[in-house]
């Protein structure tokens, strides 16, 4: 039996999952949803002891069943192994303190992305194939820092495809700016946009949705896809994660098997935990779900309140990847809280694009319940930084310090004690001028390149190739666009 997925705006628009994943986002707006959600073939018994791969398999498997055991094989060996990762575990759990940080930064551009967009290329790539597709692929992407790079060493040179990058200029780190900025491949466009990550992705859903746009293209042998955790492609490898860490908890010893968890995540764009909640749909045992923000805190309101107001001011944070007012999966929470109706959660969206806000009913709070949001401030990252750091040792990047943040609220809150995996999404190394200048003030003339040996030297952890790179390497991209200047931006890189 095959399982489809229907957009959360219109029942009808129903496809296979390859479609899905080659589509990126329905043409009515909507994002792709699986109509029911599997269960893991085999008891998590079974699962022990498994490597990473092989788990990825099982769990993908269950989603993508349109994909042939061979294909999807084929897949996740392109995509995790020892060129790509630099531990053989992928996503080591790490004890530090009284939480469990799930390493998600081992790929190729350090950040929790690598996950997902290491297997996303393939994953298209066979899509097209499946589906007979002679068009070239276009990808295009609006990053708060981290998706853009990641995307773009996943589809680098891969053949019949281009992948088109947008991200806020002055809105990420110096690190990850350089390290989209010297990305190769002729395939790879860079644009910084004179805005922020909202307007960029509310830009690229439009373009996505410009039907004299993608009729011309269409005539010109292209079609548009995205990178962006809107596509169901992206999601779904990220369940996998959550699965592994679990056994991981059971192997050393710290939970027995059908023991709850609780999973913290530091969230911008709302993917990370809703795969997550997508695990716990396959019945991975999974208590409380902590939503963790930084100022943009406009999830913690809603989780708190029903009421998702966009209506506020935004702000440039240390922990870029997460200053986003629109967090665009939600949508799917939303869609699943209404019992799958799809004009509620339409009517819901137009509202939110019309008057920049809506409210959810009680009964639709009720089936989240298990949600908790939180957030943390400029100074409280830091001071979970320096804390963290002075207890163990152990250092963590501003995100993954939104979230031990929160952390601690949540347990002096409610006194749970349930064993929490905490999402470590970037490496420190990632953001050194934010993380040293936790410990101490920073000369502003000191270069972030400069930060990066000091940060090396107090950790004790080896600078990753990815750091490495960017000291050596070329810039090949300089372009600067306004939203308006986006649409003709695309159109001249593809000679129209
Ligand atoms: C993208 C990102 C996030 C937010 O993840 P979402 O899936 O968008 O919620 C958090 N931390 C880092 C380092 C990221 O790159």
């Known amino acids: 039996m095959t399982l489809y997925y229907q957009s959360t705006r219109n029942p009808e628009n129903r496809v296979t999952a390859s479609q899905a994943i080659l589509k990126g986002i329905a043409e009515d707006g909507g994002l792709y949803v699986p109509e029911a959600h599997p269960k893991l073939p085999v008891p998590l018994a079974d699962l022990v002891g498994k490597s990473y791969q092989e788990v990825a398999f099982t769990v993908m498997k269950a989603y993508f069943d349109d994909f042939s055991q061979e294909e999807l094989q084929a897949c996740i060996d392109g995509a995790y192994n020892s060129d790509k990762f630099d531990t053989p575990e992928l996503t080591p759990v790490k004890k530090v303190g009284d939480a469990y940080y799930l390493e998600l930064f081992h790929g190729q551009t350090i950040a929790f992305k690598d996950m997902a967009l290491s297997i996303l290329p393939y994953l298209m790539t066979t899509s097209a194939k499946k589906q007979g597709s002679d068009k070239e692929i276009v990808i295009l992407t609006a990053t708060s820092g981290d998706t853009g790079k990641a995307a773009m060493a996943g589809f680098a040179d891969v053949p019949g495809t281009k992948i088109v ?29 004179t805005s922020n990550f909202d307007d960029a992705q509310s830009q690229v859903k ?36 959550y699965v592994f860490a679990y056994l991981q908890l059971v192997s050393q010893g710290i939970i027995a098997l059908g023991d709850a968890i609780n999973v913290d995540v530091p969230t911008g764009n709302f993917g990370n935990i809703l795969a997550a909640y997508y695990a716990r749909q396959m019945g991975l045992p999974i208590k409380t779900f902590i939503c963790a923000s930084n100022k943009n805190n406009v999830l913690t309101d809603f989780f708190k309140t029903g009421v998702y107001d966009r209506q506020r001011p935004f702000y440039v944070t240390n922990s870029p990847s997460m200053d986003i007012l629109i967090s665009s999966n939600l949508e799917r929470l939303i869609y699943h809280a209404t019992g799958n109706d799809a004009a509620q959660t339409a ?14 009913t009680p009964q639709m709070q009720a089936t989240y319940a298990d949600f908790y949001g939180g957030y943390a401030d400029e100074a409280q990252i830091e001071d979970s930084i320096k804390a963290v750091y002075e207890a163990t040792g152990y250092v963590l990047d501003p995100h993954t310090a939104v979230a031990t943040s929160v952390y601690c609220d949540y347990r002096q809150e409610t006194g749970d004690t349930t064993p929490t995996l905490i999402a470590s999404t970037a490496s420190p190394y990632k953001f050194p001028r934010s993380v040293m200048q936790s410990f101490q003030d920073l000369d502003p003339e000191v270069d972030d390149l400069t930060l990066v040996d000091q940060l090396e030297a107090i950790s004790g952890v080896p600078q990753p190739a990815a750091v490495l790179e960017v000291k050596e390497a070329q810039i090949r991209h300089n372009e600067v666009v306004d939203v308006a200047g986006m649409k003709a931006s695309i159109l001249a890189k593809l000679g129209l």
Not at 165 to 184: A, C, D, N, R, W
Not at 231 to 238: A, K, V, Y
Not at 347 to 360: C, E, I, T
């Open 165 to 193: 990058v947008f991200y806020p200029k002055g809105g990420v780190s110096h690190i990850q700016e350089l390290q989209m900025l010297t990305q190769k491949g002729d395939n790879t466009y860079v644009v910084g946009i």
């Open 206 to 241: 439009a373009l996505f949705g410009d039907q004299a746009l993608n009729e011309q293209i269409d005539a010109a042998g292209y079609q548009f896809s995205s990178a962006n955790s809107i596509n169901i492609g992206r999601l779904i490898p990220q369940v996998a994660y």
């Open 347 to 360: 009517a819901y969206m137009k509202q939110l694009v019309d008057q920049g806000h809506y409210q959810v």
